[in-house]
C-alpha cells in the first residue's frame, strides 16, 4: 500500500474533541478472524476477473462472512464499493470524501475498519448504510512525507495499523461491550528491535496469529514478528526476498504476502517459533497489475489491482481478479 518525526497521536470520535488517553500496556493479542470466512460456494460462473467502476483506484478490501460480498476502498477518494463476488456488480456504499481509504478489515458486526494513508486518519464505518461511526485523527499534522497509515489487522480485543513512514504501530482497543471504540482506546506503540526505518515505504501489511503480529517492509523486503506488548520486533528468516511487499494473509502457518511490483503472491510456511519461514510456492499471474492487499473466499483469492504505475484518472481501468488458493 502506497500513499520521520511523529506527532503525537490526537483522536476524536465522530465530533469529539477529548484527546486519547491511552491506557499504559495493551495486552497481547489472544486471537485473530479466520483468514477464510465460513462461505457458501460461489456458483461456478462467479466471474475471476471483475471491473470496477471506471476510476475507481482500489487498495483495501475486506469480504463478508457468507463470503458472498467483497468491500473496497479507493486510496485516492475515500469512496468505498460493494462488490457481489457471484456476480461482479459493483454498488457504492460511501461516498469519495478525500480521506484515502487504505487497507481494511471487517468484523462481525458489520463494521468496516478503513485505514487513511497520508490523511493520518483511521475510521470506522457502518457496511450496511456507509454511516461513519467513528473518526480517529492519529497524527496531529500529517503530511505525505511524515505518515502513511497504511493497514490493519483485527484481533480479538484490538484493531491494529501501520505506519509506512515511522516506527510505530496504532492499537485501537476494541471495547468488550461491543461498542465503539473512542479516544480513551487509542495507543501509540513503538516498535524496537531488529525493525529501523528506511527510505520509502516500511511497514505496510500486517497480520496476527493469535499471539503475535508480523509486518512486512516493503522496501527492505523484510519480514517481521512483533512481540506484544513491548512491540520488540524479530526478523523473520526467509529464503526469499518480499520486495514491494503488501498486503499479508495469515492462515494457520501459511502466510500469504502480495508484492507490487514484482506481480507475484508469495505462499510461505512460518515454523512454529515464528521467526523461520520456507517458501511453498511463488504465483505469478498474467492479470496481476501491482495487486496490494489479500482476501480469501473457500478455496481463492481476491486480490485487487492498484495499477500504481498508471496515472489514475476519471477512466482508468481498474480490476479484482481471483485466483485458486495456493500452497
Known amino acids: 500500500m502506497r500513499r520521520a518525526g511523529l506527532a503525537l497521536a490526537l483522536v476524536f470520535l465522530a465530533g469529539c474533541s477529548a484527546p486519547a488517553q491511552p491506557p499504559a500496556a495493551p495486552p497481547a493479542p489472544t486471537s485473530t478472524a479466520p483468514a477464510s470466512p465460513t462461505a457458501v460456494p460461489l456458483p461456478d460462473s462467479a466471474p475471476d476477473t471483475i471491473t470496477l467502476p471506471p476510476g475507481f483506484s482500489p487498495e483495501g478490501i475486506a469480504v463478508s462472512p457468507a463470503g458472498d460480498t467483497a468491500y473496497l476502498g479507493n486510496r485516492e477518494t475515500g469512496a468505498i464499493i460493494r462488490v457481489d463476488l457471484a456476480t461482479g456488480a459493483t454498488t457504492p456504499l460511501v461516498p469519495a470524501s478525500g480521506t484515502p481509504a487504505q487497507g481494511m478489515k471487517l468484523d462481525d458486526r458489520g463494521r468496516l475498519y478503513v485505514a487513511g494513508a497520508d490523511s493520518g486518519h483511521a475510521r470506522i464505518v457502518d457496511s450496511r448504510s456507509g454511516k461513519q461511526l467513528a473518526d480517529f485523527a492519529l497524527v496531529a499534522r500529517p503530511t505525505e512525507d511524515n505518515t502513511l497509515i497504511n493497514d490493519?489487522?483485527?484481533?480479538?480485543?484490538?484493531?491494529?495499523?501501520?505506519?509506512?513512514?515511522?516506527?510505530?504501530?496504532?492499537?485501537?482497543?476494541?471495547?468488550?461491550?461491543?461498542?465503539?471504540?473512542?479516544?480513551r482506546d487509542v495507543q501509540v506503540v513503538k516498535l524496537g528491535g531488529d525493525f529501523a526505518v528506511s527510505d520509502g515505504i516500511n511497514a505496510n501489511g500486517i497480520a496476527s496469529d493469535g499471539s503475535s503480529l508480523y509486518i512486512v517492509q516493503s522496501n527492505t523486503g523484510k519480514l517481521f514478528r512483533v512481540s506484544v506488548p513491548d512491540g520488540r520486533t524479530t526478523q523473520v528468516q526467509l529464503p526469499v526476498s518480499l520486495?514491494?511487499?503488501?498486503?499479508?494473509?495469515?492462515?494457520?502457518?501459511?502466510?500469504?504476502?502480495?508484492?507490487?511490483d514484482p506481480n507475484t503472491l508469495t505462499v510461505l510456511r512460518l515454523d512454529p517459533s515464528g521467526v523461520r519461514g520456507s517458501l511453498v510456492t511463488r504465483v505469478k499471474d498474467a492479470r496481476f497489475d501491482k495487486p496490494t492487499t489479500i482476501a480469501a473466499v473457500g478455496s481463492r483469492l481476491y486480490l485487487p489491482n492498484a495499477r500504481f504505475d498508471v496515472e489514475p484518472t476519471a477512466t482508468t481501468r481498474y480490476t479484482l481478479v481471483s485466483v485458486p488458493r495456493p500452497g
Not at 163 to 180: E, F, K
Not at 243 to 260: H, I, R
Request: glycine fraction near 10%.
Open 152 to 183: 490493519g489487522v483485527l484481533t480479538s480485543d484490538a484493531w491494529w495499523l501501520t505506519d509506512s513512514r515511522n516506527a510505530v504501530l496504532y492499537r485501537i482497543a476494541l471495547p468488550a461491550d461491543g461498542s465503539v471504540p473512542t479516544a
Open 243 to 260: 520486495e514491494d511487499g503488501d498486503g499479508l494473509l495469515l492462515d494457520g502457518s501459511t502466510l500469504y504476502v502480495a508484492q507490487n
